[in-house]
Nanobody, 124 residues
Framework: QVQLVESGGGLVQAGGSLRLSCAAS????????TGWFRQAPGKEREFVAT????????SYTDSVKGRFTISRDNAKNTVYLQMNSLNPEDTAVYYC?????????????????WGQGTQVTVSS
């Protein structure tokens, strides 16, 4: 059974930082592209960042470029999202997801497995 478990969310003031983690089990993690998405209340789930299974290629949505960094440790079956310079617009539930394809995708429908999400709240 595949499981993706996010952690590291919480409440932070604007300008602060958080590091999200997503631990995977039940799949050959090194063969999956992994991504982070977020969903704010009343809004659709949106792409944040994604990383190739080797870690050699990444993609970010424009609003987080230069502030967020996605990385992975295949030995630990874990993907990370380092979030710096947070602002209230970053408030959302953050989800990690795994995609078995060979091309980085930004659309949620491409991803095969999802975690339950972790809440990130940024106060002004």
């Amino acid at each position: 059974q595949v499981q993706l478990v996010e952690s590291g969310g919480g409440l932070v003031q604007a300008g602060g930082s958080l590091r999200l983690s997503c631990a995977a089990s039940g799949l050959t993690f090194s063969r999956y592209i992994t991504g982070w998405f977020r969903q704010a209340p009343g809004k659709e789930r949106e792409f944040v960042a994604t990383i190739m299974w080797s870690g050699g290629s990444t993609s970010y949505t424009d609003s987080v470029k230069g502030r967020f960094t996605i990385s992975r440790d295949n030995a630990k079956n874990t993907v990370y999202l380092q979030m710096n310079s947070l602002n209230p617009e970053d408030t959302a539930v953050y989800y990690c997801a795994a995609d078995r394809s060979r091309v980085l995708h930004t659309t949620p429908s491409w991803y095969d497995y999802w975690g339950q999400g972790t809440q990130v709240t940024v106060s002004s």
